[in-house]
């Protein structure tokens, strides 16, 4: 037993040392196979690390070759350059010291022309005093003879052959504006045919009546409500008549005020959708309708101008331009009116290619005045012409509406296609009313105008006073002298008479021979 304990320790001993001994010897093996991983590893590293060097030197080598070749080149170039410069220098040089030398010579003849033009004037202005002593001799003598002084001689004369150069120009005149009115005719007939039918307006007369279609009768009767009491706070909130008849499914607007009549046709169709229609209800929709109506009018102003393509408009004048629907000119809706000169007038200037550009913005805006000339002083070109201005058209613009009204010279032709296209806007059939009374005495005065002329027997207004047929008396005036009254009657009547549109005048002279035979 004792030996058992003696031996059992010794042999733990002897096990722990064997193990140690065992392990120390793994790990030296393991040590050795690191060692020798770890040289392997260096020797790699070190090989891709010299290829990667030799690799980087070779890249470098060749940039550095291709940019010296390049740099080689273009210093080249530059010498090239350089050279040609120095070339052409020298041959500047040459070439200026040629003039120079070419310069010098000629300013030496100019110098001896000089002279020579010199003695020349003094010899002239010896003859010039010489003739002017016989001259005023001869005068002298004349003057003696004929018991006349010059100017008296010169009244004579002129009054000799006045009248025989009025005639003779008058028949040279005849002449060529029959030549240019063969010529233009044909061409202006087919560039205002060509703009006109392309334009498909409807010329609506506008009226102090506007019908309102309703759903069926009993929407009708909820409109006039119990009593009446809707249909009168209708026209109390409105400023407008509401005429009901017998007319089925439709109520009147009477009011001479178009913007009143639109309010109130508007109010109507929205207590038609909302259904509830009551004298509040009817007070609240016209409000806010009246509350809203400017940015109405902008978007009709806006509608217009995209229809035409006009670019860059500044968007105050959208305000000014719905107004304008509202606005009316011997019937004609004005902005209907504006919309249409903008068209014809951007047909002619295409046609005969002019700026197309400023014809329409012109044309767009020649009567935007119109819009505030019942609340602002000056005519509604001033008007027209200031808005215009005040929101950044160009000058060109400005000028042609300026001048659309002839009340100053045409600066364009742009500013003269837009007086054609307001004139054929305004003249054609159906586009304008007049009252009676001021359509006859337009007439009256058409014809009081033509019979004021010397000569003049009779004058009739034809056509709506689109023409005057002028009488003339046959032994008073000759052919060439009728003439000239034409034009005379035509001038008078563009300074003292508004009218759209133009008139004809028609001189006729005629001569009777009477006999009877017996």
């Given amino acids: ?127 010039k005093q010489k003739i002017n002593r016989t001259y005023e001799e001869q005068r002298l003598k004349l003057e003696k003879i004929s018991g006349l002084t010059v100017n008296e001689a010169k009244e004579m004369i002129i009054k000799q052959y006045e009248s025989e150069a009025r005639l003779e120009s008058a028949q040279r005149l005849k002449t060529v504006e029959e030549e240019l009115r063969e010529k233009s005719a044909a061409i202006a007939a087919n ?61 009147l607007v009477s009011s001479f005020d178009p913007i009143r009549r639109e309010i109130a046709k508007q109010a109507i169709e929205m207590l038609i959708a909302d259904g509830r229609i009551h004298p509040a209800r009817i007070e609240e929709i016209v409000e806010k309708i009246k509350g809203n109506f400017d940015t109405y009018l902008r978007k009709e102003g806006e509608n217009v101008v995209l229809e035409l393509g006009i670019k860059d408009l500044n968007p105050e004048l959208h305000f000014y331009l719905g107004k304008l629907k509202f606005r009316t000119s011997f019937g004609q809706n004005v902005l209907e009116h504006s919309k249409e000169v903008a068209l014809i007038a951007t047909f002619m200037a295409r046609e005969i290619g002019c700026n197309a550009n400023i014809a329409k913005r012109a044309g767009l805006l020649h009567d935007v005045g119109k819009a505030i000339d019942r609340e602002t002083e000056g005519t509604h070109t001033q008007l027209s012409v200031e808005l215009a201005r005040r929101f950044g058209e160009s000058k060109a613009v400005q000028d ?45 005065k058409l014809e009081e105008l033509s019979k004021s002329f010397s000569g003049v027997n009779k004058a009739f207004a034809l056509q709506a006073g689109r023409e005057v047929r002028v009488i003339v008396d046959a032994n008073q005036l000759d052919d060439n002298r009728t003439f000239l009254i034409s034009k005379d009657i035509a001038k008078k009547i563009q300074e003292e008479m508004e009218y759209p549109g133009q008139i004809k005048v028609t001189v006729i002279r005629e001569v009777r021979a009477i006999e009877y035979a017996k």
């Fill in 1 to 127: 037993m004792n030996d058992l304990y003696i031996f059992l320790p010794v042999a733990l001993l002897a096990g722990f040392v064997l193990a140690i001994l065992l392990k120390k010897k793994i790990f030296s093996s393991d040590y050795r196979q690191l060692e020798a991983l770890k040289t392997d590893l260096l020797k790699k590293n070190q090989e891709e690390i010299e290829s990667q060097r030799r690799t980087i030197q070779t890249q470098l080598k060749d940039e550095f070759t291709a940019w010296k070749n390049e740099y080689n080149r273009k210093q080249s170039e530059r010498i090239n350059k350089l050279n040609s410069l120095e070339k052409r220098l020298e041959q500047k040089e040459e070439n200026l010291d040629k003039r120079y030398n070419n310069l010098d010579s000629k300013e030496k003849d100019l110098k001896k022309k000089e002279r020579e033009v010199t003695a020349q004037e003094e010899e002239l202005n010896g003859l």
């Fill in 191 to 251: 560039v205002i045919s060509n703009a006109v039918q392309r334009i498909a307006t409807d010329h609506i007369v506008s009226s102090s009546v506007t019908v309102i279609d309703l759903p069926n009768d009993e929407m009708k009767g909820r409109i006039i409500g119990r009593e009446g009491r809707n249909i009168r706070a209708l026209e109390n909130a409105t400023g407008v008549d509401f005429i009901v008849d017998d007319t089925p499914e439709a109520i």
């Fill in 400 to 444: 042609a509406i300026a001048s659309h009204h002839m009340d100053v010279d045409f600066p364009s032709i742009e500013a003269v296609l837009l007086q054609a296209a307001d004139s054929i806007s305004a003249a054609r059939p159906g586009t304008r009313r007049e009252i009676l009374e001021t359509y006859i005495k337009r007439l009256e």
